[in-house]
Every structure is written in structure tokens, then in C-alpha cells.
């Protein structure tokens, strides 16, 4: 048994939700979404909670049942709340701007880096060296800011390029020039 997938899921305030067959939809002030739940569990509401139950009791059925509860969990966060993900640019010359849909970053390249951004996020930049990802659906939100920070990761020796805010690069000392004693 799964001792997460018993625990129930409290809906939050102004968070609307509907259970047809496999399909959980869930509609609140920062969106609607909907997850489609497989074959061997299924989901339930009552006295504003949700409750994930497992159908059968087969080993694979019993093992997805923790995951599932938390992406269920995790659709009700969102749409009450959304998902955000801060990234920051630390480099000289190194800096992003929005251009219409699209995130347009100098990242020290020969040629500015250009990612369109999906359907369903709102990506943002403050200032010149920061960006945040905000949506709906996590997996989205951290998907893309990992697209974003693989174009440049942050190296150990001058920390330029794109890390995470609350990242923390462990820096390396350079090489040291010794010369021997003969």
C-alpha cells in the first residue's frame, strides 16, 4: 500500500474541481487544467478533498499510485497558485529580452539564442539579467527553464552564464602557475 496515495488532497480556496472517468479538471484564478489519470486508479471528491484510490491491487498499480496523488496535488497547486521558476544571467554582455513570444538571450555565442516560448507559460524579464518562467502545469514551468539554462550553464571558474536563483554553483580555483626550484 502506499502510505502518500491514502492521504487525501485538500482543494484550495476558489479552486473548482470535476472528476469524469479518468479525467481530473480542475479550473482556479491562476488557470484550468486537466490530468488523465491511467487505467488502475481512479479519483474522487468530497468535503472539498481529493482522493486517489487504486482499482486493483497489482504491483505496478500499487507503485504508480504515490506518483499519481502527487501530480494530482500538484494540478490543484497550480491552478490556485501557478508554478514559478526565477533563472539569472550573470556575464559580461551577457543578457535577455522578450521580442513578441520569444526569449532572445546574448549568452557570449556568435549569434543571439532565440527559444520560443509554449503555449501556456508566461516567461518574463525584469531586468536584463533576470527571467521567470510562470505557468499552470510544473512540469512545463521547470521543462522550459531548463531549456533555458541549458543553453548556457553557469560554469565553476567565472560562474558565467544561466543558473537557477537559488542555485549555488560550487566554484573551482583556476590553474595556478608554479615554477621549480633547480
Known amino acids: 500500500m502506499s502510505r502518500l496515495g491514502r492521504k487525501p488532497i485538500d482543494v484550495p480556496e476558489k479552486v473548482k474541481v470535476a472528476v ?7 479550473e482556479g484564478p491562476a488557470g484550468k487544467a ?3 489519470l491511467p487505467a488502475g486508479l481512479s479519483a474522487k471528491v468530497a468535503d472539498q478533498r481529493v482522493q486517489v484510490a487504486s482499482k486493483g491491487s497489482s504491483a505496478g498499480e500499487k507503485a504508480i499510485w504515490g506518483t499519481w496523488r502527487s501530480h494530482v496535488a500538484n494540478l490543484l497547486e497550480g491552478v490556485g497558485k501557478g508554478f514559478e521558476k526565477a533563472l ?7 543578457n535577455a529580452k522578450m521580442q513578441g513570444d520569444k526569449l532572445v538571450m546574448a549568452l557570449g555565442l ?13 516567461v518574463a524579464c525584469p531586468s536584463a539579467t533576470s527571467i ?5 502545469d510544473k512540469q512545463h514551468v521547470g521543462e ?3 531549456r533555458v539554462r541549458r543553453a548556457r ?10 543558473k537557477y536563483k537559488d542555485e549555488v554553483v560550487r566554484r573551482k580555483a583556476g590553474k595556478t602557475f608554479v615554477t621549480g626550484a633547480t
Do not use: C, D, R
Open 20 to 26: 469524469s472517468g479518468q479525467t481530473v479538471s480542475a
Open 34 to 36: 486537466q490530468l488523465v
Open 88 to 94: 539569472e544571467i550573470s556575464g559580461v554582455g551577457y
Open 110 to 122: 556568435s549569434h543571439p539564442v532565440e527559444m520560443q516560448v509554449p503555449k501556456g507559460l508566461t
Open 132 to 136: 521567470t518562467v510562470k505557468g499552470v
Open 144 to 146: 522550459f527553464a531548463a
Open 153 to 162: 550553464p553557469a560554469e565553476p571558474y567565472n560562474l558565467k552564464g544561466v
